[in-house]
Each structure stands twice: as C-alpha cells, then as structure tokens.
C-alpha cells in the first residue's frame, strides 16, 4: 500500500520561505512521476510542480515560477518543495502527488493515483 505524508507547512509572512517534505512508502519510487498541487478555500484543487521520475523533467505553474523549486531524493523515498518569496495568495493547503505516467503537467487531479493528506501553508500579509 502506497502511503504519501507531507511536512514542513505552517504561518509565514509574506516574503518569507518554507519547505515542504512528501515521504513515501512504496517499493516504485524512484519510478513515480511525482507532484505538488495546492487548494486554497474556495477554489479547485491546482498544479504546482512536477518532476519526473529522474529528476530531468521538471514543470512549473507560472505562479510559482523563479520562486519555488522542486526537488527528490529516490535514495530517500522523498520530495521537497523549496517556496521563497511567499505571497499571501500562496495560501492553501499543499499535496503531494504520485503516478507511474512519465510526468504530470496537465493530468487532472481525479486521475492520479496517489495523494497526501496536506499540509496547510498560511501567507499573512
């Protein structure tokens, strides 16, 4: 059974960093394309970042481009997710995300298969 736990969220102000950990069970890992979504109260759950399953294929939403980065260690079993420069509209709560596709910039969130129970990020202004 695969199991995918997030960390590292909490209240920041704005302008500050955060980085978020998603460790995983599971014996494919490192074969997993892996990915942060967000969901802030009221919205649709939407995409962060992904990265594939080496690492080369690395995608980013255009909200969070040249602030966030995206990053795994396979040895580890885990991803991260380095947030700079944080807004008050990066406010959401944060999940991880798994798939055996080869990556997964544009899939819906209803056809992944794998998901963390979230972790709250708060920007205060």
């Known amino acids: 059974q695969v199991q995918m736990v997030e960390s590292g969220g909490g209240l920041v102000q704005a302008g500050g960093s955060l980085r978020l950990s998603c460790a995983a069970s599971?014996?494919?890992?490192?074969?997993?394309?892996l990915a942060w979504f967000r969901q802030a109260p009221g919205k649709e759950r939407e995409f962060v970042a992904d990265?594939?399953?080496?690492?080369?294929?690395?995608y980013y939403a255009d909200s969070v481009k040249g602030r966030f980065t995206i990053s795994r260690d396979n040895a580890k079993n885990t991803m991260y997710l380095q947030m700079n420069s944080l807004k008050p509209e990066d406010t959401a709560v944060y999940y991880c995300a798994a798939d055996d596709r080869p990556n997964l910039l544009g899939v819906a969130p209803g056809l992944i298969d794998y998901w963390g129970q979230g972790t709250q990020v708060t920007v205060s202004s």
């Open positions: 599971g014996p494919t890992f490192s074969a997993w394309a």
């Open positions: 990265i594939s399953w080496s690492g080369g294929g690395i």
